[in-house]
């Protein structure tokens, strides 16, 4: 698809980009309160916790560049999604097997386009930085509440980078601006439930990373 048709689209996403911005720095303050958090803990306690700062690195400069950071990060919320069939929650255990199953298939969508348009770039992103601690060692609601607190700026990454690709205009396929459309929307969605649940369950605070149940 030529540049300027894609630009267009673009465009017509900007509309969405308010409400965007609104999501993003509610947000922006969970991520702010898990950094605080990371601050003041103690040295095995901050083992657990991913560099949430992480997400300001992610600038999209084209559309591989796009598509190679985006596996690597929908991989990694397949791999701490697949941590909720531990849960206690039947909410929290649907919750991972969406993300499992939708961004698990985009995964090997992107993958695809990566080995067709952009031959030699097969979806490793040079320099990305994990944004999910380790959950391995967590059970009931510690599991619960630290993969919320971590997964709520983990998906803002994913809408920053799409509403980048779309408003920049360097999507350079139809089908990938197509995508980034639908990703930041339904991760949008997706926070407002996470934070619902946040606020619900823990009262937007987290507990202690110890093995409390």
Not at 57 to 84: F, I, P
Not at 167 to 195: K, L
Request: charged residues 20%; aromatic residues 6%.
């Amino acid at each position: 698809m030529k540049r300027s048709a894609v630009v267009g689209i673009a465009a017509g996403s900007a509309l969405a980009a308010v409400a965007v911005t609104g999501l993003a720095a509610t947000a922006t303050g969970i991520a702010q309160q898990a950094i605080v958090e990371q601050h003041n803990a103690t040295p095995t306690d901050r083992s657990l916790t991913g560099p949430y700062g992480s997400t300001r690195s992610m600038n999209v400069t084209d559309e591989a560049g796009y598509l190679a950071r985006m596996v690597a990060h929908d991989q990694e919320a397949v791999t701490a999604a697949r941590q909720l069939r531990r849960s206690d929650r039947p909410q929290m255990r649907a919750l991972g097997t969406a993300i499992i199953d939708r961004q698990g298939a985009d995964v090997a969508t992107m993958r695809a386009w990566l080995d067709m348009w952009y031959p030699g770039r097969s979806g490793t992103a040079t320099g990305y930085q994990p944004m999910i601690r380790d959950l391995s060692g967590l059970s009931g609601d510690a599991l619960d509440n630290a993969f919320l607190l971590d997964m709520i700026p983990h998906h803002m990454a994913a809408v920053t980078m799409s509403q980048q690709l779309l408003v920049s205009g360097r999507a350079q396929h139809s089908a990938t601006a197509g995508f980034a459309i639908r990703v930041r929307d339904a991760r949008h969605a997706e926070m407002i439930r996470m934070q619902r649940y946040l606020a619900h369950w823990f009262k937007g605070w987290s507990m202690p990373c110890g093995m409390r149940k």
